[in-house]
T-cell receptor, first 113, second 109 residues
Framework: IAGITQAPTSQILAAGRRMTLRCTQD?????MYWYRQDLGLGLRLIHY???????GKGEVPDGYSVSRANTDDFPLTLASAVPSQTSVYFC????????????FGEGSRLTVL | GQNIDQPTEMTATEGAIVQINCTYQ??????LFWYQQHAGEAPTFLSY??LDGLEEKGRFSSFLSRSKGYSYLLLKELQMKDSASYLC??????????WGAGTKLIIKP
C-alpha cells in the first residue's frame, strides 16, 4: 500500500537517551517534513527536506536532527531526549515544498520520562 | 506574528449542517487548506482554496475571503463518522504551512 510508514508507533524513553524515529515513503515525493503535535497547539514544523541531500530547520528544531540520504527515507533523531519532547510526531511528504497537500504517516507517540 | 484562529470545539446533530470558521493573519498568502483528523489518527487533506469563493466537494465545501483573512468549512448531512478534528492551515509567502490548533467536532445522534 502506497504511503508513509513511521516506526515505532509508540515509545517510552528515559531522559538523556538517544532516539531515532524512522520515516519511509514510497510515493517518490520530493519534500518531506517532521511535525510535532501537542494538545491545544497546531502542528509545529521541526525540520523539512526539499529533496534528497538537503534539509532545513522549521519552527522548533532545537534538540532534533534529520538526514535525507535518499528520496524515500527521512529519519528524525533526538540526540539526548528531554521530557518537553514528549509529543506525537508526524512525518509527512508532498510533491514539492510549495504544495500544501501533505500526506501524513500514522504518527509516533513518544513519552520521555 | 502569524496566527490562525479557529474554535476549539463545536457540537452538531447528525443530519444537520455545521460551519467551522477560520481566521488568519500571515506573512503573505499562497493558499488555505483544510484537513480532517480522527482521534489517534493522521491528518488527511480535505480541501484547498487559493482564490476567493466557494469550493464544493461532495458534502464538504470550503469558502475563502482573502480580503477578510477568513475561511470556513461547511459540512452538510452530518454523519457520525464526521466526528473528528478539523485543521485549518495557511501557506505563507515562504511556502511554509501555518497550522491552527484545530476544531474538535462532536456529532450527536
Amino acid at each position: 500500500i502506497a504511503g508513509i510508514t513511521q516506526a515505532p508507533t509508540s515509545q517510552i524513553l528515559a531522559a538523556g537517551r538517544r532516539m531515532t524515529l524512522r520515516c519511509t515513503q514510497d510515493m517518490r515525493h520530493n519534500a518531506m517534513y517532521w511535525y510535532r503535535q501537542d494538545l491545544g497547539l497546531g502542528l509545529r514544523l521541526i525540520h523539512y527536506s526539499n529533496t534528497a541531500g538537503t534539509t532545513g530547520k522549521g519552527e522548533v528544531p532545537d534538540g532534533y536532527s534529520v538526514s535525507r540520504a535518499n528520496t524515500d527515507d527521512f529519519p528524525l533523531t533526538l540526540a539526548s531526549a528531554v521530557p518537553s519532547q514528549t509529543s506525537v510526531y508526524f512525518c509527512a511528504s508532498s510533491e514539492g515544498l510549495n504544495t500544501g497537500e501533505l500526506f501524513f504517516g500514522e504518527g509516533s507517540r513518544l513519552t520521555v520520562l | 506574528g502569524q496566527n490562525i484562529d479557529q474554535p476549539t470545539e463545536m457540537t452538531a446533530t447528525e443530519g444537520a449542517i455545521v460551519q467551522i470558521n477560520c481566521t488568519y493573519q500571515t506573512s503573505g498568502f499562497n493558499g488555505l487548506f483544510w484537513y480532517q483528523q480522527h482521534a489517534g489518527e493522521a491528518p488527511t487533506f480535505l480541501s484547498y482554496n487559493v482564490l476567493d469563493g466557494l469550493e464544493e466537494k461532495g458534502r464538504f465545501s470550503s469558502f475563502l475571503s482573502r480580503s477578510k483573512g477568513y475561511s470556513y468549512l461547511l459540512l452538510k448531512e452530518l454523519q457520525m463518522k464526521d466526528s473528528a478534528s478539523y485543521l485549518c492551515a495557511v501557506m505563507d509567502s515562504n511556502y511554509q504551512l501555518i497550522w491552527g490548533a484545530g476544531t474538535k467536532l462532536i456529532i450527536k445522534p
